[in-house]
């Protein structure tokens, strides 16, 4: 009934790619996808503020691996190269990147008698306290700050739109667009009046055609049809077309490069006849012509 909540869930879910391939948990995931649904169309700062901490993530990208005197930057690089600022445009450096990963120390994730589950915590004690330079800024910096130095990092609007604007549009922005696009999420970081802006676009409906993703064409087919899933078919399906939900290929993402290749379309075809295998046409009932 929200087909652009369910649309901005999936595009957060390749924006912060996470897959169950590392993570290991069922429960997890779908957890970090109620997560994103949360926050579909409302604060990115904040939604990078509850992925930073959340547990499948902090799995993913060995977030409670990075401790204080051994950095892990994994998460610290993903963050700033894959979700706030983009790689080759001179938004960070490798220092930058050793800074934030020991801004990001302290998240712990330990067996829990009481809960009789692991618990995923932040031990002030085991964070590194300690002044690190980031963005050429000084500052006794922890996660929080670590996400907000990103948010308002002076490249960050023009990686937002652009990586937003493709989702929906296979072309990049004009100048004068882009503009425009950068000027609405600057004010509040929120998501709801940069997707307005580019679904109002004409750019969206007289622009170069774009192919959906797998998992867009089939919700499509299904929507269409009035059906639900029913099945988990869907699972192997989607792999066979190179979408598999929960299981990104890495953490860059799908790549919407290949939705229509010699290796992936059969799954579309396959896709297809599964959603009409129960409304095939009957030749043996068919009524012949008029005359």
Avoid at 57 to 68: C, R, S, Y
Wanted: a positive charge; aromatic letters at 10%; one cysteine or more.
């Amino acid at each position: 009934s929200r087909p652009l909540v369910e649309r901005m869930t999936l595009v957060w879910h390749d924006w912060f790619a996470t897959s169950n391939a590392g993570v290991g948990s069922q429960n997890l995931m779908l957890h970090q996808n109620k997560l994103l649904r949360s926050h579909a169309l409302g604060s990115f700062r904040q939604m990078l503020l509850d992925v930073t901490k959340d547990p499948a993530m902090l799995l993913w990208l060995n977030g409670t691996e990075n401790e204080k005197g051994s950095p892990n930057e994994n998460y610290a690089r993903e963050m700033m190269e894959l979700f706030t600022l983009g790689a080759n445009r001179g938004a960070y450096s490798e220092r930058d990147v050793r800074e934030q990963a020991r801004s990001l120390t302290g998240w712990q994730n330990r067996w829990s008698r009481g809960r009789g589950d692991y618990d995923f915590h932040f031990d002030p004690r085991e964070h590194d306290a300690g002044l690190k330079t980031v963005f050429r800024k000084s500052g006794n910096y922890d996660w929080k700050t670590a996400c907000e130095l990103c948010v308002t990092h002076p490249l960050h609007a023009s990686f937002f739109v652009r990586k937003l604007w493709s989702y929906f549009v296979p072309t990049p922005p004009d100048h004068a667009t882009e503009s425009a696009l950068e000027r609405l999420y600057r004010e509040h970081h929120q998501v709801r009046p940069v997707v307005q802006a580019i679904l109002m676009h004409p750019a969206l409906y007289t622009g170069q055609r774009m192919v959906k993703p797998p998992i867009v064409h089939v919700a499509g087919l299904l929507r269409r049809i009035g059906a639900g899933v029913t099945t988990t078919d869907w699972a192997w399906i989607g792999s066979l077309s190179g979408q598999q939900l929960f299981y990104p290929p890495n953490v860059a993402g799908w790549d919407d490069s290949r939705w229509l290749d010699t290796a992936t379309y059969r799954g579309r075809w396959i896709a297809v006849q599964r959603i009409l295998q129960d409304r095939r046409l009957d030749p043996a009932k068919s009524k012949p012509a008029d005359a």
